[in-house]
């Protein structure tokens, strides 16, 4: 871009930018870089990817992504910098661009949820994550045209419930052995120069990503190097350490076009699926099992990794085999049982196969919700039914959306009765030894013994989440592919989507009443006031809309609800 074109646009406000604009011009090149990546045409898409980093649209939608749109966006880095005036982001947006140079991470530790362990992530400094940002922008669709059908983590359009759905569309007709496998310290330990090598980018661009990977991080004043593994807590870490793990299904399927057979029905039979360093080795044969886990761990060893052996088993869908039957995977607990013949699945020709296989919520993760609960209820002792149930709310109905697509109707009901023990217990020592039913419970609707406030605030119930089964994502589709009235359709869909979230995007059609653009599978959105509450607006269907973070941020800007634009600058 050249100096009058950052003078020119450095005098448009940041809230008075066409971002609907911006995002067309940014989807559009991205649209071309896949479709030039999916036809291999290498010049092609090297040139378009030098075209979008150059992009001003491209530039102010990585600055709105870490300054708006993340949830960690006010965290800062070694710069000390957390929030950006509108201002400011402008003259970041203009300052954007590959120099090869990058500033160490600062390391924060976080704990790992329901383990004693903790992640060590490196928070790159504002501009480092927004130029992360935009190299992800471009570097994203060349790599989605090439990413295997099987690989579901970190990436648009996909979740841990297509990869579970993946598994039981492999498993539901035939019992099969599993290895069930864990990638030692895969973020901490990947080979700069075999990363690099793999992701294969022209020079300018391979520099700056080897400056991040080599940048450091600074803890308690003091600079540690970092000489292999992706930086947790960048923005483009997700993307380089999947690009590192490609080439793993592939691998097992070469394999298998070594056996007797023909090779396509081989190839079909043996199945690689992976969420980010997690993955299933499924095959009916024990030996091809075996074999596979012995060319993985060698695979690997070319990119500095090996297999965790504590979390590293070789186990059967059906029948029991070295102690276990079924196996562990995303939160998910996957296993086949005996069934009579009128109640089993069955085969593609209506044969009775006597087994049916079920997924259901894994105990541990049962027991680490079970925990959670409990630790809020004991942290509001003394404070006001309202205020418990507020903070429980999001807690249980988050895992009963996660669990929702499965086998959990039991499952749910008896952690509601776990629940309600616990918190008769909360009343009886609230009450000195009695508990005052009235106070605390009602009957709404057809639920006795609801505990809920006099002004109608009710506790969710687990058993009342509705089962219905996930749609697996298309096997090769992907967002940059342009159809979005699938995708949109998608996110309506999605487990973790709440109720009132998929009503508001199939009233909308799935597009954000403010841009008037789809909304897009990794898109952040928030429900609306259209009338704001604070000038007499009701929560009701008729009075809310779902809009994009950002356009959220613009709208109560504008809309009255804020006493000046000043206390809110987006």
Not at 429 to 448: A, F, S
């Amino acid at each position: 871009m050249n100096k009058s074109n950052t003078q020119n646009n450095l005098t448009v406000e940041w809230k008075d930018l066409n971002w609907r604009k911006l995002e067309r011009v940014t989807f559009k090149l991205q649209k071309r870089i896949f479709q030039a990546s999916e036809r291999g045409d290498v010049k092609a898409v090297r040139k378009l990817q030098k075209t979008l980093i150059r992009s001003w649209s491209a530039k102010c939608i990585a600055v709105r992504r870490v300054t708006q749109d993340n949830q960690g966006k006010n965290t800062a880095g070694v710069d000390g910098v957390k929030t950006l005036t509108p201002r400011r982001r402008m003259t970041l947006a203009s300052g954007l661009r590959i120099t090869g140079k990058s500033k160490p991470a600062r390391r924060v530790m976080i704990p790992k949820p329901g383990t004693e362990e903790k992640r060590p992530p490196g928070i790159p400094t504002i501009y480092d994550r927004a130029l992360q940002a935009l190299v992800k922008l471009t570097l994203e669709p060349e790599w989605e045209a090439k990413f295997e059908p099987n690989s579901y983590g970190f990436r648009p359009g996909r979740s841990c419930h297509d990869a579970i759905g993946a598994i039981y569309n492999i498993i539901n007709q035939k019992a099969k052995y599993v290895l069930d496998a864990d990638i030692a310290k895969c973020f901490d330990r990947i080979n700069h120069e075999a990363l690099l090598t793999k992701v294969n980018t022209f020079p300018t661009m391979r520099r700056q990503i080897k400056a991040w990977l080599k940048a450091g991080v600074i803890d308690q004043g003091e600079l540690f190097p970092t000489n292999e593994g992706t930086p947790q807590g960048g923005v483009i870490s997700p993307l380089l350490a999947n690009i590192a793990l490609h080439g793993m299904e592939e691998r097992v399927k070469q394999y298998a076009e070594t056996l007797k057979g023909q090779k396509e029905n081989n190839r079909q039979a043996l199945s690689l699926v992976r969420y980010a360093d997690d993955f299933v080795i499924i095959h009916e044969d024990i030996s091809v099992v075996q074999t596979c886990q012995k060319i993985i761990a060698e695979w690997l060893s070319d990119i500095g990794l090996e297999l965790k052996p504590s979390k590293t088993k070789l186990t059967h869908t059906y029948s029991e085999y070295e102690g276990n039957a079924g196996f562990e995977f995303l939160g998910f607990h996957i296993q086949q049982h005996k069934s009579g013949n009128y109640r089993c699945a069955k085969s593609s020709h209506g044969k009775p196969l006597g087994f049916n296989t079920l997924i259901t919520p894994d105990k541990a993760k049962i027991k680490t919700h079970l925990k959670k609960i409990a630790e809020v209820i004991d942290a509001h002792k003394t404070a006001p039914q309202a205020a418990l149930i507020s903070k429980l709310n999001p807690i249980i109905r988050g895992w009963s959306n996660y669990y929702s697509t499965v086998v959990s109707k039991e499952t749910f009901s008896k952690v509601d009765h776990l629940v309600w023990d616990k918190l008769r217990a909360w009343v009886r020592n609230r009450g000195k030894g009695d508990i005052n039913k009235d106070k605390y419970w009602r009957t709404v609707g057809d639920r006795n013994w609801c505990f809920s406030t006099e002004d109608g605030l009710e506790l969710a119930d687990h058993a009342a989440t509705p089962i219905v089964r996930h749609v697996k994502v298309k096997g090769e589709a992907s967002p940059y592919n342009g159809n979005w009235i699938y995708w949109s359709k998608r996110r309506g869909e999605y487990p973790g989507t709440s109720s009132r979230v998929a009503k508001l995007l199939k009233r909308q059609q799935g597009k954000c009443t403010h841009c008037g653009l789809y909304f897009t599978s990794t898109d952040i959105v928030e429900v609306d006031h259209d009338k704001p509450k604070s000038l007499g607006g009701k929560d009701t269907y008729d009075n809310l809309r779902l809009l994009h973070t950002h356009c959220h941020d613009t709208k109560t800007a504008n809309d009255g609800s804020l006493k000046s634009y000043e206390d809110n600058p987006f």
